[in-house]
């Protein structure tokens, strides 16, 4: 059971679920994807920061649900038929992502992943862990934990 587990994880290892933002490809392990639905009813909770939209009900278990775009400072997008949420489950809690849009999952090899440059390119530098290549494309890989923290 431990050594099919193993497996399981190594077999996911360089396998990232891609999602968009505003044009931009972005990207979490898949390992912390639990599922993708469509957008759902969200009720607002007083005194949240300004990203997190609320909760809502998902199958008898209440998440809460975070804009990426508000998280990342970006101008608010009226949702349309491609906004969708993405159910992550991260350090016991699972909390759903509103994303513009989703690619796929996407392995990327460990000899194309690099650090982000030094220099503060933008606001939301801070959430990048890494930079996937991809041929001629470049995904941005969250770290979740920094992009969690309020």
Do not use: W
Request: proline share 4%; aromatic share 8%.
């Amino acid at each position: 059971m431990a050594e099919r587990m193993r497996e399981a994880r190594d077999t996911m290892k360089d396998m990232f679920f891609i999602f968009e933002i505003d044009k931009e490809d972005y990207g979490v392990e898949v390992a912390f994807v639990k599922e993708i639905i469509s957008m759902q009813n969200i009720t607002r909770v007083p005194k949240m920061p300004h990203f997190i939209e609320g909760i809502t009900n998902l199958r008898g278990d209440l998440i809460g649900v975070l804009d990426v775009r508000k998280r990342f400072g970006k101008e608010p997008k009226e949702y349309d038929e491609e906004t969708c949420i993405v159910v992550i489950e991260f350090n016991k809690y699972t909390l759903g992502l509103i994303v513009d849009g989703v690619k796929a999952a996407q392995t990327i090899e460990a000899e194309n992943v690099s650090p982000p440059p030094n220099a503060k390119l933008n606001s939301y530098n801070q959430f990048i862990r890494n930079i996937g290549k991809v041929g001629n494309s470049v995904k941005l890989l969250l770290d979740l934990e920094r992009f969690l923290e309020q």
